[in-house]
């Protein structure tokens, strides 16, 4: 102790306290046992700081003591000096500055001081460069994500770059949305580049970035995703395994559901055959809002519907990106008319009262003249509690109370039109920018019924007494198109839901359920009466699959769908459907099905269906083949989309439509690159030309019938194109960029967004960058959606989705009064206003005559028109035609043009489609 060893010296002894501060490099491991330290970084830090304090203290306790003792034996030339000043005075010595306003003066501190040079400035030296390295690596962007309070947010996760990144936050920030209190969190593994950051700290205010694991929980946590409203997984596009960024996916998703079972979840998927893994995960339900945006189902399902009516995958992608137009007086006519479309979006509103109890052709045509906005379609409660469905220009509806719309407008303030619209207030108003909140009593009533329904979450417990699936004329079934809203994923429910009244028999088969169970046994199954003049189609008994949304036909192998040049020169081919595909025999599989599917719903009749002709390799299309051996009218000829003997084979001039696709991967060394073979295929067909004679062929001609594999020849319906250039198409790019190059003629920049340039346009390309939007529409109305997918699919059902995932393809089934009426939903479709009922209306005549005038007397709801670019009867005059979106009231229509329309699956041949 140091007042023995004072009394033994016979002086003052300052002590050995000092050693004290060794304890200080036992601190790292006490906060390790404490399970304060984690990570290794932290732990090596705590180790170097501790190991530097306690050395420094201490030798500034040694200096202290000898400085302040003076030298033995006479302790004659010692100094006052405090504890701090030995600490300073060292600090200066280590990093070699020595101010020289301190200095030793004993031999015993001048000695220790020689050596602790040795000893400190090494350490100095190697300890403060490593603790500022690992300071200065410790993550940017750790820390968590702080909540303010009443503000949602939602994480986005997957595929981080500043392009996918950027497309996201143009579309879900718009400002065409509604107040969007929503802060963005992105969570991924890798720091921001230098465009990245920047993009951030430009958006600070709502978005953050955190740099974690989305496997790891300890980052899941710090991103707040328990709290979270939903979290988005972007998939990479670009990728060169498909396969393998799927996935990745839903490993992601099967983390994030770990971690908290209840938060809704929106990812991308590259293949459509990855869908059934989502199924697997026991806490994704689709009824919460879980959803799955599959690029490739809906690339393919765009392209199918551009084949029946070309130009709908335009109208479609602009509909759900949020854009805002600028017309100029510089740009061309064409161009302004379709940058008006643009503008256009999908938004839903509830009706108010006003609506209640109209048909939906009169809430249509009232929306439509008096609001000023396009409804297509309508949410339906079930009577019975269950699922909702979506109901698409329904037939001999009622409209309950509280009804759902889904309107085409410019933004979500014009929408509110329809919220807010009351017939005694609004109804001499003739400026629809007038018709806003008014103070009916009846009306505040129901607003205030309708919000606390929506605050709680309920669906309405209104019941009309007029139900909206009952049959509208004696005898005739219910007429209305149904597609689910909310998907289950563990029980399977009938996607139609429809009450018939009896009616007389048809070819002997009693169509309402009461007369089935009564004369079952004397049923003939699966007979439609108004196909029964197809050929074949009347001999099978399954000519639907199980769900009755598409046809079907028993399994085929390929080899008996193959066709050499010859033959597919010797068939009559015309009106059909050309696929040029381009595949190494190992690529990944694109799903053709998805393709197919649509252009074979059971909405159309048999011998309207288009027959699709693929050229490409079989060896490919044989790994394709089971997806696609029980849809009828398909052929494979193995060659090359190059070729133009093989085009000429198979009459590409005479087609519907061709479509370029590739599924070959994009290169690492070049990715602009991918898009060379479409390029050059596109490029091909439009420098040929063709012979314009024109044969007409007998269907009593025996010996084509014996040369055509495709059965009996068919009488040509049209002239084929001289030009290659006048062959309708569609090509699907890979890269933006690419666009450029499809089309020589045209003056886009090569920087131009790709729904401003000519060939998207004019609906003749498309890209999968356009898919981007529809996450931000899903998260933001989540019966967007399934609209969406219920349009280009053809009607694919969550029944039908759970079949696919068995991976044994389509399922047969019998004919019955329940699935045969799943026949009776809309369809997409175009009317020429050239010929036909409709041509009055192509005499100068308005839109909204024609809307109003189709609406009334066939049902057909009008959504937009196709017009030729140049409609001046000039020699150079281009054939190219071009969308316009939801036209202005009082525009002009010209006889050349085509409309867009939603046609009803019975009565269509009351107009040429």
Not at 598 to 606: D, G, M
Not at 668 to 687: C, F, G, M, Q
Request: net charge neutral.
């Amino acid at each position: 102790p140091p007042s023995f060893v004072s009394i033994y010296l016979n002086r003052t002894w300052i002590g050995l306290r000092f050693l004290r501060a060794l304890r200080l490099m036992t601190v790292p491991d006490i906060l390790q046992y404490l399970n304060i330290l984690k990570t290794s970084t932290s732990i090596r830090l705590a180790q170097l700081i501790s190991i530097f304090i306690s050395v420094w203290l201490t030798a500034a306790g040694i200096i202290h003591l000898l400085e302040n003792s003076g030298d033995p034996p006479y302790f004659k030339n010692s100094q006052v000096v405090s504890y701090w000043n030995c600490v300073y005075f060292l600090m200066v010595t280590m990093s070699t500055v020595g101010y020289g306003d301190i200095a030793c003066v004993t031999a015993l501190g001048r000695g220790f001081q020689v050596l602790f040079l040795l000893v400190g400035l090494a350490m100095f030296a190697s300890c403060i460069p490593e603790i500022i390295d690992l300071i200065g690596t410790r993550p940017k962007y750790g820390g968590c994500y702080k909540n303010e309070r009443g503000r949602r947010h939602i994480v986005v996760c997957g595929h981080i770059t500043y392009e996918s990144v950027s497309h996201f936050l143009k579309d879900f920030l718009h400002e065409d949305r509604e107040d969007v209190d929503v802060e963005v969190v992105f969570l991924h593994r890798a720091e921001p580049d230098l465009e990245f950051e920047g993009l951030l700290k430009r958006q600070h205010t709502r978005v953050k970035y955190f740099q974690g694991s989305l496997m790891n929980a300890m980052d899941l946590e710090r991103a707040k995703v328990h709290e979270a409203d939903a979290c988005l997984v972007l998939a990479n596009k670009y990728c060169q395994d498909p396969d393998a960024e799927d996935a990745a996916n839903i490993m992601r998703v099967i983390s994030i559901k770990n971690y908290s079972d209840d938060i809704r979840v929106i990812i991308q998927l590259m293949q459509y055959h990855n869908k059934a893994y989502l199924l697997n995960i026991p806490s994704w339900d689709w009824k919460q809002g879980d959803d799955v945006i599959c690029l490739a189902e809906l690339k393919l399902g765009f392209i199918a519907q551009s084949c029946l009516a070309p130009g709908f995958s335009t109208m479609m992608a602009n509909l759900f990106a949020m854009r805002s137009f600028k017309t100029s007086p510089d740009m061309a006519a064409w161009q302004n008319d379709y940058l008006q479309g643009t503008g256009c979006e999908m938004y839903t509103e509830t009706l108010s009262p006003t609506f209640t109890g109209m048909s939906f052709s009169q809430a249509s045509e009232l929306c439509f003249v008096k609001l000023k906005l396009l409804l297509l379609a309508i949410e339906v409660k079930s009577d019975d509690g269950g699922d909702s469905k979506i109901s698409i220009n329904p037939r001999g509806a009622k409209i309950p109370a509280n009804t759902v719309g889904f309107f085409i407008a410019q933004s979500a303030e014009e929408v509110k039109r329809a919220w807010f619209y009351c017939k005694a207030c609004h109804e001499d108003v003739k400026d629809e920018n007038q018709i806003k909140k008014c103070k009916c009593k009846n009306l505040a009533t129901f607003r205030k019924g309708v919000r606390a329904i929506q605050l709680v979450g309920r669906a309405s417990e209104h019941k009309d007494d007029d139900n909206l699936l009952a049959t509208t004329k004696p005898g005739g079934p219910a007429q209305s198109s149904m597609v689910n809203a909310t998907k289950p994923a563990n029980n399977v429910k009938k996607n139609v839901s429809v009450k018939e009244e009896p009616k007389p028999n048809m070819n002997g088969r009693p169509t309402n359920k009461a007369a089935v169970q009564q004369k079952s046994a004397k049923m003939e199954v699966g007979i439609a009466d108004d196909q029964a003049k197809d050929f074949d189609f009347e001999k099978t008994e399954m000519k639907y699959d199980s769900t009755g949304m598409f046809h079907w036909t028993p399994a085929r192998a390929i080899e008996d769908c193959i066709l050499d040049r010859n033959q597919a020169a010797m068939t009559v081919l015309n009106g059909h459907v050309v696929v040029c595909l381009f595949a190494d025999p190992d690529s990944p599989l694109i799903g053709l099905r998805n393709l197919v599917m649509p252009l074979r719903a059971s909405n159309f009749h048999y011998h309207e269906l288009k027959h699709v002709v693929i050229v490409g390799s079989v060896d490919y299309i044989r790994r394709e083949w089971k997806t696609l051996q029980n849809l009828p009218k398909i052929s494979v000829l193995n060659g090359s989309p190059l070729s133009r003997a093989d085009l000429r084979a198979v009459n590409v001039n005479l087609c519907d439509m061709c479509v370029i696709l590739s599924a070959k991967v994009p290169s690492n060394d070049d990715p602009t690159l991918a898009d060379k073979e479409a390029i050059l295929a596109s490029l091909n067909i439009k420098a040929m030309t063709f012979d314009d004679t024109i044969g007409v062929l007998s269907q009593n001609n025996g010996a084509s019938d014996s040369l055509s594999p495709l059965g009996s020849p068919i009488v040509l319906q049209r002239k084929g194109s001289v030009y290659g250039a006048n062959v309708p198409m569609i090509t699907e790019l890979v890269n933006d960029s690419n666009v450029q190059f499809l089309d020589q003629d045209d003056d886009d920049d090569p920087d131009t967004e790709l729904y401003l340039t000519q060939p998207f346009a004019c609906g003749t390309a498309f890209a999968v960058s356009v898919l981007d939007s529809l996450m931000s529409t899903t998260y933001f109305n989540q019966n967007a959606l399934t609209l969406i997918r219920s349009l280009i699919t053809g009607g694919a059902t969550p029944e039908l989705e759970l079949i696919l995932a068995e991976g044994a393809g389509l399922r047969g089934g019998y004919s019955t009064p329940e699935t045969l009426s799943n026949r009776d939903r809309c369809r997409v479709g175009q009317i020429s206003l050239f010929e036909g009922p409709l041509a009055s209306f192509g005499e100068g005549g308005k839109y909204i005559d024609l809307f109003v005038a189709a609406l009334r007397n066939y049902g057909m709801l009008c959504i937009g028109l196709y017009r030729f670019r140049d409609t001046a009867n000039a020699f150079d005059a281009s054939s190219k035609r071009y969308v316009i979106t939801n036209p202005p009231t009082d525009f002009n229509l010209l006889p050349s043009d085509q409309v867009f329309v939603f046609i009803h699956w019975r009565g269509r041949k009351t107009s040429s489609v």
